[in-house]
Structures are given as structure tokens and as C-alpha cells.
């Protein structure tokens, strides 16, 4: 099992013990589904479909939560990121109502369950608060309001803030929710079980080969399905999704504060990017939860910096007594503004992909888990069409995403061109990475607490790209599409679904050449 760095854990994965499997997997049986991914996607889309009759095996990479469902800040919105006015543009305004519809349905999904289940994660309806801070913000936060307001959201206009913030306008919204996500992917793990579903931890997908039934390679051998459904964040391999997605990192903080000033609602600055906070009480103890520091993945050089820039900001308008803990986390903005929810572009009908929910995860997570449930069931909805991953929607920030694939190809070219000099290897001190270049060739380099070196290839497995290194996490991180390894070069993050290639070197790295020409 692949374990975070201590340093960058969530308050949420703090403060839980793993989640231990009951049930073992049948290698001779043939499941119905077979669902890639135990984060909150995954399992809520494995219990709709075990409890409609079908006999589902959930496989994950790590550990239940080891990825973004154990970095979310868990706010449950029905105010997203992409505005229904930008969702009415860039589709319609009976679209923007379906997604109204059904962020609400997935917040109402959530609260059934903890109650059905008697899931403890501190599940709670609060308002939330958009403010802004000058004129520009102003006339954006108007907008948004007026279109919201027509989705009959509760929205009322304030003339203060739960917090100490300078602002110029100010909405409140009703009815949204906020919960401890682990706590909650625990309890429909345990539900999933109890219905009779099965869960793999530490199983990597290697492979699948979709013949009359579809044949999944893995790390602990082969499981056969009559479905796949990844539920990964964004899924392993190369598939048109990955040029419709940008990856972003966000950064978080759990604080206590020394004069007990804690905010009970979900706030939202306008400012680019944006920050948001929260309260959450785990085991009788408060925290504020802050957020933000967004930047695409693998293009900022010191993300320690990120982690120093929030708590300064939190700082500056807080009390605070102790930092507890800070992480990160990934997300990745679709094309369009909507997520990718159904058939995999370029696959046969059977396998299904849930991807694309900008910083809205937790909600589209049950939206996703709901229309694939729908689709593999025969039910078909409009929310089906709506969110079809081989709809193309050309719309006006689709030329972000073509900037974007063409630094991509430019980082294919990238790596040929020397930026270190041998001699710099000396001067890597312990905890610290970077990318050298070795006799024309370019090596990922590691030193770890104890002084010993640690090579790998910095080619991503992907698609090529060469990775950075964070920092913050101690990881490799690849600009392109998101994937991340750790310092050793395992995989901890698709769509890469191998390790970096692994270079075995010498104390005075006399046989690194002879590694990488391999």
C-alpha cells in the first residue's frame, strides 16, 4: 500500500483508520460491473448498481480515499464553479436547469444514504457566501446571481459577511451541505459489502481486452466483467478525454483558531484564483478549513510556496493558533464547463468513464454515479445526452485547451534539451529533486533524508511528457495530463497507469547511461 507523505496528509485521512475489506474477490466469477476506482465516484456508482441487482467488484489502486476524495474540502454545492449562465451559453437553458436538477439529486443521494446507512461523517445544510471585491467581481457576481436565481436557488443579497473580509457586494445561498468525505466513502463501502459487492484494495488495472466479455489485467491477476466503469478521476491510457481535461492542484489548510471565530457556512472569494473556507468539528475538535492556490498540475516550480502564500492569506484575516494540516489535491476542468459522464470515446459500449468535474467533484460525483447506474440499467435519461463524452462543444474557452495540447507537444520536444550540468548533482541536498541532464540524456534524481540517490526515467508513461518535481508532496508530476508519481517513480495517480522506468545507479552514477539507454 503506497502511503502519503506525512508532511502534506488531509484532515480527513488524519483522522481515520484504512478501511479494511471483508470480502474476497472471485477470479473464476464474471461480474456484472467492474468498477475502477474507490473514491466517492466509485462507490457510490458500485452501491446504485449492486443494490439494482448486479453483482459489482470494485478494484482500487491504493486505499479507499488515497486520492482526490481524500484531498476534497467536501463542500457540497449547488452554486458550481462553471455559473449556469456560462452552462446556459455553452448549451442551453434547459440544460442549465438539468444540471440544477441533478447537483441537487446528488446532494439528496448523499443525505439518503447517511441516513439509511447511519453513516457518522458530520453531514450538515449551511449557507454559503460568493462576495466581491471590486468592480469587475461585482458585475461577474451579479450574474451569476440573476441566472442562480432563476434555477430557484435561494438567493438573497447581505450586507455582511461571516468573516472579517473587505467586500463590495455579497449573495447568500441556501441549502448547501458540507460532510467528512471519508467517513462517508467508509460507510458505502461497508453498505456495498453488506449488499454483497466486493472491494479490491491495492489492485492496479493494467490492462483490459474487451472480447464477449471484458478481461481486466491487474496487479493481483486477472478479473473477468460484463461492464467497466472507471471511476478514477480521469482514466489510465490514452483516450480523447485527456484533451478535453486540464489538471489543476488546489491546496488546503485545517487551522485552529485561537479566539474560536470559526464561520458556519461555506465562503467564496472571487479572486483569481480564488479561496474559499469552512468549518468542520472532527472528534470534538473545530477546524477552518481554507483553500486555494490553484495552478495547473506540474507547472508551478516551488509548491511549497503555495502552501506558504494560503497560510500567509488565512493569516492575515484569522486568528489562527495552529496549523494541523495542509495538503493538496487534483481536479480537472472539462472543455465545456460540464463533466464526461457515460461511454468511453473510442470504446465499446460496455466501458463507461466519469471525468471532467472542475472543483465540483463531490456533487457531480453522484450525478455520475446516478447516470451511469441509469445507462447500464437500460433507463435512459436526458442526462445522458447532456453529459456524453463524445458530445464536442466548441466553445469560446475551448481555445484555452488548444493553448494548452500545444504546450503539451512542445514538452514532447521539451526534454531533449539539456538544463543541468552534471555537477549539479552534487549539490542536491537531502528531500530534494530535480531533473538533470546526465551524457545527453535526461535523469530524474532523488536524494532522500538518509543521502542516497534515487533515479528514474522522467519520461511519463503516459504520454511522454517529461514530469517536474512538487515540492510540497514529494512527488513527480507531469504537466501534460496530470499524472503523479512518488519519489521512488510508483504510479499514484492516472491516467498513467505504469511507473516511471526505474534507473539503478551507483554511489559516483558511473552506470546511469547504460540505465537509460535501456
Not at 489543476?248 to 474560536?260: G, M, Q, T
Not at 479561496?275 to 511549497?304: C, M, P, S
Not at 503539451?408 to 549539490?427: I, M, Y
Request: proline share 4%; with cysteine.
Amino acid at each position: 500500500m503506497i502511503q502519503r507523505d506525512a508532511s502534506t496528509i488531509s484532515l480527513w485521512q488524519g483522522n481515520i483508520e484504512p478501511f479494511q475489506p471483508t470480502m474476497m474477490a472471485d477470479h473464476n466469477a464474471t461480474y456484472d460491473v467492474v468498477i475502477v476506482g474507490g473514491g466517492i465516484t466509485g462507490l457510490t456508482t458500485a452501491l446504485l448498481l449492486q443494490e439494482a441487482g448486479k453483482r459489482c467488484l470494485l478494484l482500487e489502486a491504493n486505499n479507499i480515499g488515497f486520492g482526490t476524495t481524500g484531498g476534497t474540502t467536501a463542500h457540497l454545492n449547488t452554486v458550481l464553479d462553471t455559473s449556469y449562465d456560462q452552462i446556459s451559453t455553452n448549451f442551453s437553458k434547459e440544460d442549465a436547469g438539468l444540471v440544477r436538477e441533478s447537483v441537487g439529486a446528488a446532494i439528496s443521494l448523499i443525505q439518503q444514504n447517511i441516513e439509511r446507512f447511519s453513516i457518522d461523517c458530520g453531514f450538515d445544510y449551511t449557507d454559503a457566501y460568493l462576495f466581491a471585491q471590486d468592480e469587475k467581481q461585482t458585475e461577474a457576481l451579479d450574474i451569476i446571481a440573476k441566472a442562480a436565481r432563476e434555477e430557484c436557488i435561494n438567493i438573497t443579497l447581505q450586507d455582511h459577511l461571516p468573516v472579517s473580509f473587505h467586500f463590495t457586494k455579497a449573495y447568500k445561498f441556501t441549502n448547501q451541505a458540507k460532510f467528512n468525505p471519508l467517513a462517508y466513502i467508509y460507510g458505502l463501502a461497508r453498505a456495498f459489502e453488506h449488499a454483497g459487492g466486493v472491494i479490491v484494495q491495492d489492485c492496479r488495472v493494467i490492462e483490459i481486452h474487451n472480447t464477449r466479455h471484458i478481461k481486466v489485467d491487474t496487479t493481483l491477476g486477472e478479473f473477468t466483467g460484463m461492464n467497466i466503469v472507471y471511476a478514477t478521476h480521469i482514466p489510465p491510457g490514452i483516450n480523447l478525454v485527456h484533451l478535453r481535461c486540464i489538471p489543476y492542484r488546489s491546496y488546503a489548510l485545517a487551522v485552529r483558531l485561537s479566539d474560536n471565530s470559526y464561520p458556519d457556512a461555506l465562503i467564496y472569494d472571487m479572486q483569481e484564483p480564488y479561496h474559499y473556507f469552512r468549518t468542520q468539528v472532527i472528534d470534538g475538535k473545530k477546524y477552518l478549513i481554507a483553500g486555494g492556490e490553484d495552478h495547473q498540475t506540474g507547472h508551478h516550480e516551488n509548491t511549497e510556496q503555495c502552501f506558504r502564500n494560503l497560510e500567509a492569506f488565512v493569516r492575515e484575516h484569522f486568528k489562527v493558533k495552529s496549523v494541523d494540516y495542509k495538503w493538496s489535491s487534483q481536479y480537472y476542468e472539462p472543455a465545456d464547463g460540464l463533466p464526461y459522464i457515460g461511454n468511453m470515446p473510442g470504446q465499446p459500449d460496455n466501458v463507461y468513464v466519469a471525468t471532467g468535474f472542475g472543483g465540483n467533484g463531490m456533487v457531480y460525483s453522484g450525478v455520475a454515479a446516478m447516470v451511469i447506474r441509469n445507462i447500464i440499467l437500460g433507463k435512459h435519461r436526458a442526462t445522458e445526452k447532456l453529459f456524453n463524452p463524445n458530445r464536442i462543444k466548441p466553445v469560446a474557452g475551448f481555445t484555452n485547451f488548444v493553448t494548452h495540447n500545444a504546450d503539451v507537444v512542445k514538452l514532447f520536444f521539451g526534454k531533449l534539451f539539456p538544463a543541468h550540468k552534471l555537477t549539479e548533482l552534487a549539490e542536491l541536498a537531502p528531500g530534494e529533486a530535480r531533473v538533470v541532464n546526465y551524457d545527453g540524456h535526461r535523469v530524474a534524481l532523488y536524494k532522500d533524508e538518509a543521502g542516497m540517490l534515487h533515479a528514474v526515467n522522467p519520461v511519463c508513461t503516459h504520454m511522454k511528457c517529461e514530469v517536474g518535481w512538487n515540492t510540497a508532496e514529494k512527488s513527480w508530476d507531469c504537466p501534460c495530463h496530470g499524472a503523479r508519481f512518488d519519489a521512488a517513480g510508483r504510479c499514484l495517480h492516472t491516467p498513467a497507469d505504469r511507473d516511471l522506468e526505474h534507473l539503478d545507479i551507483t554511489h559516483d552514477l558511473s552506470d546511469v547511461e547504460e540505465q537509460v539507454h535501456r
